[in-house]
């Protein structure tokens, strides 16, 4: 389900001067219920923002009348908490620190995956709603609901949607455990694994211990895409979490 407020579907305004691309993206988004919007420049832009509410801005860095990093700027300067992704063909880690040093909240690079770009969209609208996830919600409940799995918080083993149990280990429960917390929250290996950030080996084993989870997941159908890597960036929970 898509991170809506209660009283209406965020709006997400989609920029880019490729018609193909800007139509890709919006048809991707409105699988998930959002208020969308488009536009394929910076003048178009300027007056979605004065004829609507917007709540996110998908935009592309290169348009045909501007820089997308200097209207990142203009926006800022002028109080605007509008929420902001960049996306652009140009990766350099110049342009990254740039555009978020001027105020955008992510950046990603082009070519990605619709999926990739969906989380990243939930991720910033809880946080600026303040919604507090799975911490918040948890309380004393015995099982987290994710997917078609159940998680037994007391026994720390998997249920299947037919009973079946599967065991987990102490280092995949905890590891699991960081990810119900924060669903659709992309995580760093340094988050996951905070013990083993300073070994030589860090990279090798939160990868293996990854793949070791996700073989269990996988072993029922809906399970195999929960956990999903971001390139450069770690790894997320790709559903929401319910608790029982």
Same mark, same amino acid.
């Given at each position: ?20 691309? $800007? ?91 619709? $999926? ?9 609208? $809880? ?84 793949? $070791? ?32």
């Amino acid at each position: 389900m898509p991170d809506t407020a209660s009283t209406r579907a965020a709006t997400i305004l989609v920029v880019d001067d490729d018609a193909d691309i $800007r139509e890709l993206i919006v048809g991707q988004l409105a699988q998930e219920n959002y208020q969308l919007l488009s536009a394929a420049n910076l003048g178009e832009l300027r007056q979605t923002l004065r004829d609507h509410a917007v709540d996110l801005i998908v935009l592309d860095l290169n348009l045909p009348d501007g820089d997308g990093l200097s209207l990142c700027r203009e926006l800022r300067g002028e109080g605007s908490d509008v929420q902001i992704i960049m996306v652009t063909a140009r990766g350099s880690a110049i342009d990254r620190v740039l555009g978020l040093e001027l105020g955008a909240d992510d950046y990603l690079t082009k070519p990605f995956e619709p $999926r990739e770009l969906l989380v990243r969209i939930r991720n910033l609208l $809880r946080r600026g709603r303040g919604d507090n996830g799975a911490q918040g919600r948890a309380g004393s409940a015995r099982y987290a609901h994710f997917g078609p799995w159940r998680l037994d918080l007391v026994q720390r083993r998997l249920i299947a949607p037919d009973d079946r149990l599967v065991m987990l280990s102490s280092a995949e429960y905890r590891l699991l455990c960081h990810f119900i917390e924060q669903p659709n929250i992309v995580l760093g290996r340094e988050t996951l694994l905070p013990e083993r950030r300073a070994t030589a080996a860090f990279d090798r084993s939160i990868d293996l211990q990854i793949s $070791r989870l996700r073989q269990k997941l996988s072993s029922v159908a809906g399970g195999s895409e929960l956990i999903l890597t971001v390139r450069g960036e770690g790894y997320v929970l790709a559903s929401a979490v319910d608790y029982s």
